[in-house]
C-alpha cells in the first residue's frame, strides 16, 4: 500500500500560483497518481492523472520527479471558487487490490480575496 | 438524467434499524464504490463492484451488505445500524481498470443513526 503525505491545509490568494505537493515513498512500479477535488457538500471531483514527468490539463499540472516518490499539483491563478480538499491519490490497477483506493485526509485550500 | 444518482439524500434512522442506500449510474460503467465520510476525514473505501455479481470488500465492510445484480445499481444496506455508521456515503463509479482511478461520485447520502 502507498501510503501518501499531503499538507494538513494551504492558504493563498487569488490570482496566485498554488502548488501541493504528495509524498508517497514506497509507490509499486504499476501505480498512477491522481488527484481529486472536493467542495463541501458534495462528492470528489477528478482532477488531473499521471504516471510520470508532467500532464496538464484546462485546470491543472502534474509534476512528478523521476523517482516518483512525490508529485506536485500546480493550480495556475487560483480564484475563490478553488477552495476546496484537494486528495492525493496513489494506485495501480483495479486488479492489485482494493487498498489501493485510499484518500487519505487530504489538502484543504483556502483561497483569500 | 443522466449521471450518478443516489437515494436518499438524507436519512434518519435508529439503532438497530436495516437501511438500504441505493445508487444508480446510467453511464453502464463497469466499476462501482460506496465510501463513506466521516466529519473533517477523507474518503474510506467500503465495498466495490467490479461487475453484476461480483464484490469485493474495501477497508472499512464491517455491518454493510452490498449486492449488484445489475450493472446499473449497486445498493448498501446496514443491516442493523448503529450509531458509529452515521457518516457521509459517497458512490462512485468508473469505467476503468486497468491503473486509471477517474471515479465519478454522486451528490452523497447523509445518514444519520440514533
Known amino acids: 500500500l502507498a501510503k501518501t503525505t499531503q499538507p494538513i491545509s494551504m492558504d493563498s490568494y487569488e490570482g496566485q500560483e498554488v502548488n501541493i505537493t504528495c509524498s508517497h515513498n514506497?509507490?509499486?512500479?504499476?501505480?498512477?497518481i491522481t488527484w481529486y477535488q472536493q467542495f463541501p457538500s458534495q462528492g470528489p471531483r477528478f482532477i488531473i492523472q499521471?504516471?510520470?514527468t508532467k500532464v496538464t490539463n484546462e485546470v491543472a499540472s502534474l509534476f512528478i520527479p523521476a523517482d516518483r516518490k512525490s508529485s506536485t499539483l500546480s493550480l495556475p491563478r487560483v480564484s475563490l471558487s478553488d477552495t476546496a480538499v484537494y486528495y492525493c491519490?496513489?494506485?495501480?490497477?483495479?486488479?492489485?487490490?482494493?487498498?489501493?483506493?485510499?484518500f487519505g485526509s487530504g489538502t484543504r485550500l483556502q483561497v483569500q480575496p | 438524467d443522466a449521471g450518478i444518482t443516489q437515494s436518499p439524500r438524507y436519512k434518519i434512522t435508529e439503532t438497530g434499524r436495516q437501511v438500504t442506500l441505493m445508487c444508480h449510474q446510467t453511464?453502464?460503467?463497469?466499476?462501482m464504490f460506496w465510501y463513506r465520510q466521516d466529519l473533517g476525514h477523507g474518503l474510506r473505501l467500503i465495498y466495490y463492484?467490479?461487475?453484476?455479481?461480483?464484490?469485493d470488500k474495501g477497508e472499512v465492510p464491517d455491518g454493510y451488505v452490498v449486492s449488484r445484480s445489475k450493472t446499473e445499481n449497486f445498493p448498501l444496506t446496514l443491516e442493523s445500524a448503529t450509531r458509529s455508521q452515521t457518516s457521509v456515503y459517497f458512490c462512485?463509479?468508473?469505467?476503468?481498470?486497468?491503473?486509471?482511478?477517474?471515479?465519478?461520485f454522486g451528490p452523497g447520502t447523509r445518514l444519520t443513526v440514533t
Open positions: 514506497n509507490i509499486a512500479t504499476n501505480d498512477y
Open positions: 453511464w453502464s460503467h463497469s466499476y
Open positions: 491519490l496513489v494506485g495501480g490497477s483495479m486488479d492489485t487490490g482494493r487498498r489501493a483506493l485510499t
Open positions: 462512485a463509479s468508473s469505467d476503468t481498470g486497468g491503473g486509471l482511478y477517474e471515479q465519478y
Open positions: 499521471g504516471y510520470k
Open positions: 463492484s467490479a461487475a453484476a455479481d461480483i464484490t
